[in-house]
């Protein structure tokens, strides 16, 4: 058997931290037994689901790796086919036609209240001849669930659940308007896709029992379902915007890799051991249901952003750079040829991408000489015979080159470095002074050094 899992996102608004683990795990445990991963855009709220969040959820999935296979399915499209086979259920008496009007559903619901019961319908109509019908009242169509016995559930996650049926009512499947509902349309959908497991938080584990039982009225085969524990902020509360429930893009304007992130996500509820940086490699290796918690997983920052750090000490420095240029303005080829040779030293020093590109901008600014002391201005002179005289040009010459300089002239290093690091640039903050030097390169810091020579 082949494995096909899918994630199927309602494009009503941003793909949420929530819904990208969720598509994370399907995805995983579809390459992890070379299966398919398959997308759905649930968007048959016509009045919230938008182009915008529909491009926002590409965008998101794309921005993080997880690639999906074949064309994605809108399920809106598809409506008019899962009415029919409402209907078709009909036909074979495993649904019918239920007329109540609003007025009598609220009347149920009050009189259940009443007795102490849950409210849910009646049955009613269940058995009642069609002729009975009253002409004002445009039908729905309900599934005949069984009104005795159970319902089981065998949870990759979560083990065996069982529900009495009595507790269920007859689920409505198409509206009195024509259009299905999201519980039909969903099991409908994955059947016709082929899907045969599912990962999805434990919010949708009482919708998954009234998909069993649409399943078994159908004579399909259910998929193996995963219900995982939903993510929680760092203080254990539900996540809202405070902690960080917020839409996969703000993630990266925030300077997260999306290695990073998926790592996060990945361990948001899943474990492989002590391990705590898994690639995208490794993930795919090891990543089973066998793994996944049923205690809830808490998003934690500190945490994202030390994964970050790690994650862009690691990182080639092309990509850094291709990475960075969302956040700073197009890069001359001079500038990319000094950030290529100065990354080494700032990418040790920051944790997120703002933070590497505002380390950045001493390769990238304009340059603006400083005021240095006539007393460092000497010094400078100095220096900028000494280096001018040099012809090899690496961090480890130039270091011992330096400090011989210091040594022989009596001055503590720090006494050459400051003048020095002055006239490479007007930071305060800076990386090391041979890191600079190389970076810049031999003609850009002899000039500055010139410059600034000439302006004291």
């Known amino acids: 058997m082949q494995v096909i899992t899918r994630f199927a996102p309602s494009p009503t608004g941003l793909l949420h931290i929530g819904g990208a683990r969720t598509a994370l795990f399907n995805w995983l445990l579809a390459r992890h037994y070379g299966g398919k991963f398959l997308l759905r855009i649930e968007d048959t709220d016509r009045e919230r689901s938008t182009p915008e969040a529909i491009e926002a959820i590409f965008a998101g999935l794309k921005w993080l790796g ?14 008019q086919h899962h009415v029919a086979l409402a209907k078709k259920l009909v036909e074979e008496g495993k649904a019918y036609y239920c007329y109540c009007s609003p007025e009598e559903l609220e009347l149920m619901r009050q009189q259940a209240l009443a007795r ?20 004002n009242v445009k039908p729905v169509i309900r599934l005949k669930t069984p009104q005795t016995g159970t319902t089981e ?22 509206r009195s308007d024509g259009t299905p509902t999201f519980m039909l349309s969903v099991v409908v959908d994955d059947h016709d896709m082929g899907i045969t497991h599912i990962i999805r938080g434990d919010d949708h584990l009482t919708n998954t029992f009234r998909h069993i039982q649409i399943y078994e009225a159908f004579g399909w085969k259910m998929p193996q379902c995963g219900h995982v524990p939903l993510v929680l902020g760092s203080d254990g509360a539900k996540l809202s915007k405070r902690h960080g429930a917020l ?14 992130v998926c790592n996060c996500l990945l361990r948001l509820g899943w474990s492989h051991g002590d391990d705590e940086i898994i690639s ?36 080639e420095n092309d990509k850094l750079i291709e990475e960075l240029q969302y956040f700073i303005s197009p890069l001359t080829s001079e500038q990319k040829d000094r950030l290529m040779k100065g990354m080494n030293g700032l990418k040790q020093r920051a944790k997120t991408l703002i933070e590497l590109a505002e380390l950045s901008k001493i390769y990238t600014e304009d340059y603006q000489p400083a005021e240095i002391s006539n007393e460092q201005s000497d010094v400078l002179n100095d220096i900028y015979a000494l280096l001018l005289a040099k012809s090899e040009w690496s961090e480890a010459h130039l270091e011992t080159s330096l400090r011989d300089f210091a040594q022989k002239q009596n001055l503590s290093f720090g006494k050459v470095a400051q003048p020095l690091r002055a006239a490479l640039t007007h930071y305060k903050i800076t990386p090391g002074i041979f890191e600079m030097l190389f970076a810049f390169g031999r003609d850009e810091s002899l000039r500055r050094i010139q410059l600034v020579c000439a302006k004291n």
């Open 66 to 79: 997880i690639k999906w296979d074949d064309e994605p399915v809108f399920q809106f499209a598809r409506q």
């Open 116 to 135: 102490g019961e849950s409210p849910k319908y009646n049955g009613k109509w269940r058995d009642r001849d069609i002729s009975e019908a009253p002409d």
């Open 247 to 260: 839409g996969i893009q703000a993630y990266r304007d925030m300077g997260y890799l999306p290695e990073a």
């Open 153 to 174: 559930l065998h949870d990759l996650v979560q083990g065996t659940i069982t529900v009495e049926n009595e507790q269920l009512d007859d689920m409505i499947l198409v």
């Open 280 to 315: 995208y490699e490794q993930a795919i290796e090891w990543f089973t249901t066998d793994n996944l918690g049923k205690s809830a997983a808490r998003l934690d920052f500190k945490k994202m952003e030390n994964l970050n750090a790690i994650y862009m000490r690691k990182e």
